[in-house]
Nanobody
Framework: QVQLVESGGGLVQPGGSLRLSCVAS????????MGWYRQVPGKQRELVAA???????NYADSGKGRFTISRDNAKNTVYLQMNSLKPEDTAVYYC???????????????????WGQGTQVTVSS
């Protein structure tokens, strides 16, 4: 199993910045991708940004030019730097990882998607 723990959320004024962090721990053979989703009450969870093991990234249009995802593979950590925050960025942000917990020679090899518990980001004056 892989556990994900997010940190860095909080209250920030419009135009401010926050940096979210997410650390993966537990039984990890390989992490293929890590990313961030967000959700507001009454709406579906939506992709914010993702970073793949090869280094490629993809962003939702809402965050392009303002958000930057980065990853420290050695630390199994993914970051989301959010600048020029807007009230509409208010949401619970979830970390996600596509990972293989056990190697094939130990009966594993399947990729699963894991989720963190979420961290609240509130943008308000």
């Amino acid at each position: 199993q892989v556990q994900l723990v997010e940190s860095g959320g909080g209250l920030v004024q419009p135009g401010g910045s926050l940096r979210l962090s997410c650390v993966a721990s537990g039984s990890i053979f390989r992490i293929n991708a890590m990313g961030w989703y967000r959700q507001v009450p009454g709406k579906q969870r939506e992709l914010v940004a993702a970073r793949h093991s090869g280094g490629s990234t993809n962003y939702a249009d809402s965050g392009k030019g303002r958000f930057t995802i980065s990853r420290d593979n050695a630390k199994n950590t993914v970051y989301l730097q959010m600048n020029s925050l807007k009230p509409e960025d208010t949401a619970v942000y979830y970390c996600t990882a596509d990972a293989i917990s056990l190697p094939p020679w130990r009966g594993g090899g399947r990729n699963y998607t894991y989720w963190g518990q979420g961290t609240q980001v509130t943008v308000s004056s």
